[in-house]
């Protein structure tokens, strides 16, 4: 079959060839945890796995999991119309917005999901997405799946590495880690997405440019590079530097939500080894969801996260 990819892959061949080297030898597990910085197209690359599982042709020879537009599979799977694959995200609440985390009742139906047999006789597909906005009553559920898997089941869990991924689940699951885009690699994405000036916004996407959208304002830039700055100048920033950190962090709601993710990301992958950077993590995490449950203006939450890493990286 030939015509346009649907989902073209920016990256991550090696990622990808190692889940075509477990299928082709036989040895597919039926969970994998899809892992790495936002922006750097894990739900695409689960998209693809999926599509490809479900039957999609390739529409090059040269990328197996690269279905064109016109695949009747790949047009189910864009569609969300596709009877065997099920894309678990954060629901819309009453008030129009995103609900702070994957409700519990969602995974119990992603788990009625796979409790019954595959409508056209292949797989039956989950996709995550993503670990990082689950509660613990949402983990413990997904838990059933992942011990007692149903055959022909297969489970994609996307991870932003903003949380630490939990034993009990890793120890369920294969890994398949992605990286942030190389500089051609995220220009070659940023043009497909026909985005302006994209040599100028590739240096600003640091090889993730699904972030591309929410990093072309001034202050979500500003932001942004303040929480650089204040992590590089840790454990001992000067006065000046907290200070325009917590300015431009408190700019808006997208200036904030860039800053905590920043910090969040970078305290999250020394959580992987370190309980105590682990306990920081979470500090910071209730930190966030205070603010978004307004209970906390955006000025008051960054001071506390900027004072809480600062506290925190003096005593690790």
Do not use: Y
């Amino acid at each position: 079959m030939s015509g346009e990819i649907a989902l073209p892959m920016f990256g991550h061949k090696a990622a990808q060839d190692k889940f075509l080297k477990a299928m082709d030898g036989g040895r597919l597990h039926h969970a994998w945890i899809i892992e790495g910085p936002s922006g750097i197209g894990k739900a695409r690359f689960a998209l693809r796995l999926a599509a490809m599982l479900l039957g999609a042709k390739p529409a090059d020879e040269g990328d197996r999991a690269g279905a064109a537009t016109s695949d009747p599979v790949m047009q189910k799977v864009l569609s969300s119309g596709h009877p065997d694959l099920k894309h678990v995200q954060r629901a819309v609440g009453d008030n129009g917005k995103l609900k702070q985390d994957i409700a519990v009742d969602q995974i119990r139906e992603l788990n009625q999901f796979f409790s019954l047999k595959p409508a056209l006789g292949g797989w039956r597909i989950g996709i995550l997405d993503s670990l990082d906005e689950m509660n613990a009553n949402g983990r413990n559920a997904l838990l059933k799946t992942l011990e007692e898997p149903p055959p022909r089941a297969m489970l994609f869990l996307i991870s932003h590495a903003t949380v630490p991924v939990l034993a009990t689940i890793r120890s369920r699951c294969q890994s398949l880690r992605l990286t942030s885009l190389s500089k051609e690699e995220t220009l070659q994405a940023l043009q497909a997405q026909e985005v302006e000036s994209p040599q100028q916004v590739a240096d600003l996407v640091a090889g993730r440019p699904g972030r591309a959208e929410a990093l072309t304002g001034p202050k979500v830039l500003a932001a942004s590079h303040a929480a650089r700055s204040f992590l590089k100048a840790l454990p001992k920033p000067a006065d000046a530097v907290l200070s325009t950190t917590i300015q431009a962090a408190a700019e808006d709601e997208a200036a904030f939500g860039v800053f905590a993710e920043e910090l969040m990301s970078w305290v999250s992958e020394k959580a992987e080894a370190s309980p105590a950077w682990a306990d920081i993590w979470f500090q910071l995490h209730n930190i966030v969801a205070s603010q978004r449950n307004l209970h906390m203006t955006p000025v008051q939450a960054a001071s506390k996260l900027v004072s809480t890493l600062q506290t925190g990286t003096g005593k690790v």
